[in-house]
Nanobody
Framework: QVQVQESGGGLVQAGGSLRLSCTVS????????MGWYRQAPGNQRELVAR??????????AYEVSVKGRFTISRDNAKNALYLQMNNLKPDDTGVYYC?????????WGQGTQVTVSS
């Protein structure tokens, strides 16, 4: 059973920054595509950032509302995924999860709450 642990969330004012971390109990080096998902209150979970390996090169992609403000990265040696979030907005509020892309039900963790006040 894979264990996934997200951390780094919190309460921040609009314009602030947070860095989310995700650690996976197993190796992620063989996983081509991983991402960060956000679930805002009353909404479905949505993919906001992904990092994908194609021919040994990593490519990043972002949902339009976070592009230019969020940066996704990964450290295969640490089995970790990160999300640097800058210039946060109230609409970024939600629970953030890391998972594969497309998601795998075995990789859902508890998530980390991000709350951005205006």
């Amino acid at each position: 059973q894979v264990q996934v642990q997200e951390s780094g969330g919190g309460l921040v004012q609009a314009g602030g920054s947070l860095r989310l971390s995700c650690t996976v109990s197993g190796s992620i080096s063989g996983i081509d595509s991983m991402g960060w998902y956000r679930q805002a209150p009353g909404n479905q979970r949505e993919l906001v950032a992904r990092i994908e390996r194609i021919d040994n090169t990593y490519f990043e992609a972002y949902e339009v509302s976070v592009k230019g403000r969020f940066t996704i990265s990964r450290d295969n040696a640490k089995n970790a995924l990160y999300l640097q979030m800058n210039n946060l907005k109230p609409d970024d509020t939600g629970v953030y999860y890391c998972n594969l892309v497309p998601w795998d039900n075995n990789y859902w963790g508890q998530g980390t709450q991000v709350t951005v006040s205006s």
